[in-house]
């Protein structure tokens, strides 16, 4: 004789069949979830990528162009001084076309001024001080542009070209202060994602330009910020 079997209760395995199915509906769910969110990610960190590669391509344009522009203007300049025009008025011809020239120091060779002139509220210079960056007279017809300088939330640049005589001789040197904090508003008001924005910074990772120029003092590098 067999035993009896007792009989199958078909409601317990629906209900668990049921139960495996919702498990499975909710796994698969997270799964999908979880890979809408990777690739929302990813895709939001590429368009980032590219937001960040376009400033870096802005900023690059914008200093060289506008570099190459302030180069020609004191290459102008030395000829106007070598050709015998009074030098105040090749300075303010040079800052009626470029706003940004903060001091004009023309100096000889031995560390004279011979004239200088300033943006009205800045100190005069008494003597012209060798630049570390400076070892020698730049070669006639170039311009040596020294390191970026932070100056009461400006960001500066110091440029050097070689002055002649009528002769073709060379005089004494002309060095110029640039603020360039204008040349990159426009860059750092690029907007990065939704709320983030660029900036600028040099090799050792000191913050060189942004939107809020309280951080751009020396020694605030990413390192530090981040």
């Known amino acids: 004789m067999f035993a009896k079997q007792p009989p199958h209760d078909t409601r ?3 209900r668990r069949h049921l139960l495996r199915q919702a498990v499975l509906l909710l796994l698969v769910s997270v799964l999908g ?3 809408a969110m990777v690739m ?4 939001t960190w ?5 937001q960040m590669a376009e400033i870096a391509i802005g900023a690059a344009k914008t200093f060289d162009l506008s570099v190459l522009d302030i180069k020609n203007s004191l290459l102008a300049i ?9 030098p105040e008025d090749a300075f303010l011809q040079a800052r009626a076309r470029h706003m940004m020239y903060l001091d004009f120091v ?12 300033n943006v009205t509220g800045r100190s005069r210079r008494v003597t012209f001080e060798p630049q570390a960056w400076l070892n020698a ?3 006639f017809g170039d311009v ?3 390191p970026v300088l932070f100056e009461n939330e400006s960001i500066v640049v110091d440029m050097v070209v070689t002055v002649a005589d009528e002769l073709g001789l060379p005089a004494g040197l002309l060095w110029v202060r640039v603020d360039t904090i204008n040349l990159w508003e426009t860059v750092v008001d690029i907007p990065v994602g939704n709320t983030g924005y660029g900036c600028l910074v040099d090799e050792t990772g000191q913050l060189v330009a942004y939107r809020n120029r309280r951080l751009m003092v020396p020694g605030n590098t990413l390192s530090v910020l981040i």
């Open 137 to 139: 007279p730049p070669p």
């Open 144 to 146: 040596v542009i020294g």
């Open 40 to 43: 929302s990610f990813y895709l």
């Open 78 to 86: 030395r000829d106007a001084l070598a050709a015998g025009q009074a």
């Open 12 to 14: 317990y395995s629906l």
């Open 46 to 50: 590429q368009k980032i990528e590219v």
């Open 106 to 117: 023309y100096a000889d060779f031995d560390g004279k001024i011979l004239i200088q002139s």
């Open 33 to 35: 979830m979880g890979a």
